[in-house]
């Protein structure tokens, strides 16, 4: 047995590096994006900041259960292992297929385009600019994962610091250079709390992204820095987004954010001028590799431990040694993620992988949820270095906000959802080839 196949992951990331890695997950082009979206769907100014945290607060509601699981069950395989445990293989095969060819890919593909349209406001590269630049930031950052989980923790921890200095600057720029926007002549009459919840829904996808740090639990130094990394990561990530959705509201007044298309640019424009674009550009441009990048880590591990499990992707199952990575998985990760760029180039591709992506994305993350009460019965006796606390509430108000999340991407994604939801049919003609190839290829990760 060659060098590759004799590797494992090995606890080398430190909680720093962890929260780098969650906190490069979840702040991405969102924050830059959903603003407007968000203040136009909340009922006054107030409000809009109360939904914030809201937001923060249900998603650290959701990070102390992954805390449990992960510090109870650490492995490369994140939820696709907690969801086998809990469920059983065909339910986890299904969900480590859907991260293979739907979500995870389709998250990178979506990032990618991110990216490159922000990239072609800096230089343009002819017609097919944006898709383009997200092909080459998939294969430079697949690259650079294949070099090793010590490069890639580097490389993470370098774009995680600059991207949350950019973050800082947009918020220096609306709080100190900017000056306040006048009030309005009148006071607008508060909209009704009837479309609260989709503005809850936009911000949610805002904060979403920090579950992926259950596929590097295996590689932690110590199993309870993921609760630390988790809780202060997104922590740190509600006071930013509180600062700069201030910075946008004190610089372009709450119904001046609610009516711009490009918030973050015109905020910065108000002080730098044209030079502002590229600012802003230049950020989320970094946001998205960012995001990208995390994406990639975690990816990586879900199929790395779906190839240890099935015969069918038994390749994907082969740890690198040398490096201290899941080659193969990254190899096939980026083949299927440069497909979804290509696919996507010819629709309307951010809107396209929202869609894509979304119903199935959210029925795993329920079924996560649901899967810490049927551990905590069945494995009364598993040692459980941390616990989720007010436990049954606390991940009883996570599961019921997911079947809300469900339930919305389904009424009201479109073509693109059918799609997502036809590439995990295919999942289950696979499982059927599967489940005749023989024993696990190497054992339960």
């Known amino acids: 047995m060659n060098q590759s196949q004799q590797g494992a992951p090995q606890a080398i990331l430190t909680t720093r590096d962890t929260i780098a890695i969650i906190v490069g997950l979840v702040i991405g082009a969102g924050i830059f994006r959903f603003p407007p979206l968000v203040a136009g769907n909340s009922p006054d100014e107030a409000a809009f900041y109360l939904l914030w945290i809201a937001g923060g607060a249900i998603s650290i509601v959701g990070a102390l259960c992954y805390a449990e699981l992960a510090t109870a069950y650490p492995s490369a395989g994140g939820d696709y292992h907690f969801i086998q445990r809990a469920f059983g293989r065909t339910l986890s095969f299904l969900f480590g297929w859907a991260r293979l060819a739907v979500i995870t890919t389709g998250a990178i593909a979506l990032l990618g385009y991110t990216f490159g349209d922000y990239a072609s406001n800096l230089l343009r590269l002819g017609p097919n600019s944006t898709a383009i630049y997200a092909a080459l930031a998939v294969l430079a950052l697949t690259a650079v994962n294949l070099a090793g989980i010590r490069e890639t923790k580097g490389t993470q921890n370098v774009l995680t610091g600059l991207l949350v200095l950019g973050v800082i600057a947009v918020i220096v720029t609306g709080l100190l250079l900017v000056a306040p926007a006048p009030a309005p002549p009148a006071p607008a009459a508060p909209k009704p709390w009837t479309a609260a919840p989709f503005a809850l829904l936009f911000i949610l996808f805002t904060y979403s992204g920090w579950n992926e740090a259950a596929y590097v639990s295996a590689e932690l130094k110590e199993r309870r820095s993921m609760v630390v990394a988790l809780t202060v990561s997104l922590a740190l990530v509600t006071v930013l987004y509180l600062a700069i959705n201030y910075a946008y509201v004190r610089g372009l007044g709450f119904q001046g954010v609610a009516k711009s298309d490009t918030v973050a640019s015109d905020l910065m424009k108000l002080h730098f001028g044209p030079a502002g674009a590229n600012i802003i550009s230049a950020i989320v441009c970094l946001a998205a590799l960012t995001s990208i990048n995390a994406t990639i880590i975690a990816g990586a591990r879900s199929n790395y431990a779906l190839g240890r499990d099935w015969p069918l992707f038994g390749r994907l199952g082969r740890w690198d040694g040398r490096t201290d990575a899941p080659r193969n998985s990254l190899y096939v990760q980026g083949a299927f993620a440069l497909v979804l760029v290509v696919a996507g180039a010819f629709t309307d591709q951010v809107k396209t992988m929202i869609e894509y992506t979304s119903p199935v994305f959210w029925f795993f993350f ?80």
């Open 366 to 445: 329920m079924m996560t949820g649901v899967g810490l009460f049927v551990l905590r019965a069945r494995d009364p006796g598993t040692p459980r270095p941390f616990k989720v606390p007010l436990y049954p509430l606390t991940p009883v108000i996570f599961v019921l906000t997911c079947a809300y999340l469900l339930y919305s991407s389904l009424v009201y994604v479109k073509g693109g959802a059918w799609a997502g939801v036809a590439v995990l049919a295919v999942g289950f003609v696979l499982l059927l080839v599967g489940a005749g190839r023989g024993a696990p290829a190497a054992g339960r990760p």
